[in-house]
């Protein structure tokens, strides 16, 4: 009898070792990745909550403040631009919009830099220190504001001012500036709270997404097909290949033993009574073969029977290709059953095959199973 002890002396052990090694490594990174974003709105909602300035953060700088003027914040390396082209952007809102992705230290197109300098923020409004001059961007007379979502720019329209301008600044400092920004402007029109309260909207919402450390693998959830190298796609090929071949070879038809061509047969004619008791040689008859009975086709098993999971692996979640409602929370167990793709739990979507077969959490999102083909069809239940 095999030994079945904890050294993993059996391919079931085996199995359950390596379901456990992968679901912790998946789990640990999407942990890390929720703690990252738990941790960054936190910070701004501290930030947004004690941001506050004073008169004496603007001593030194050559600007002079109004009387209920304070300095919020300055940004020593900062470029002015302006657009080439008149552009309408929306009006400035308080939106805490969440960062999608990293910077590209770029300009985009139609975007030329003709002063650079420091940026400072005020209570009352935004102002670059350049080498050329001076220019001022006023909340009070702001009719657009725009982040590109790519380039570290913000352009900014303003009443007195035809041309739309605005600041490209380091990568590392924009979303800062741009928080603190529109930390300002939403002081100039008294509406802190309403960021205060996006954010705790925020950080609630993100506390329902924390992952859930996964269930132990034990080896009497191994399965056959696991110790099959390949897994359920090897056998699903061979099953295949089982059900093909044979069809293949009922549809060829094999010819006829004959060859099914014309054959010379020796005849002789059935005697009579006036008949000569014998003939002088046999005579050739030309025989063809009578023609062969057409075959009905036979029906495909899968014609016969239908799929009750529209081709998903059998799993007892319910799970399959089927249409019907998205998985946006799936079961912990969901990876013994079918191929997670790497980081499988820091997805933040529905459940997405994707076209190597592999399983996706970010259905809906651009970055779906951008490392496996692209997405091939949503898991319903």
Known sequence: MAKT??????????????????RVSTYRGAEAAWRRRDDELRRLRALAADFEGSVAAG???????????????????????????????????????PRTGPLRPRRPDGVRVTDAGMAVITS?????????????????????LAHDPAAPV???????????????????????????LTLAFADAIEQRAAVLTQLDELIAEHAQLKPFRPAVATPGQARLSSFVPGGRRSIAVASAIALLVPAALIESDPSDPTGGAEVAAAATPAPTASAA??????????????PKPAKSPRPSPSASQGDPRCGAPENPLGYDFCGG???RKPAAEVCDWFDCVPQFWAGRGYLVQCRDGSVSLAGGRSSACTEHDGVRRTITK
């Open 124 to 144: 009352r409004r935004l102002v670059l220190l350049g080498g050329r001059g001076r220019r001022d961007w006023a909340y009070g007379r702001m009719t657009g």
């Open 277 to 290: 008791p014998a003939l002088i040689g046999p005579t050739l008859a030309l025989r063809t073969p009578p």
């Open 154 to 180: 913000t352009l900014i329209q303003v009443l007195d001012r035809r041309r739309t301008s605005g600041l490209l600044l380091p990568t590392d400092a924009a979303p800062d500036f741009r928080f603190k």
């Open 325 to 327: 409602t998205r998985i």
């Open 59 to 97: 001593a030194g700088l050559p600007l002079e403040l109004a009387a209920d003027e304070v300095v919020l914040w300055a940004l020593p390396a900062a470029q002015l631009v302006e657009v080439r082209h008149t552009s309408v952007l929306p009006a400035p809102d308080l939106t805490v919009a």
């Open 5 to 22: 002890d904890s050294t993993g002396s059996t391919w079931r052990y085996r199995w359950a070792h390596r379901q456990n090694v992968r």
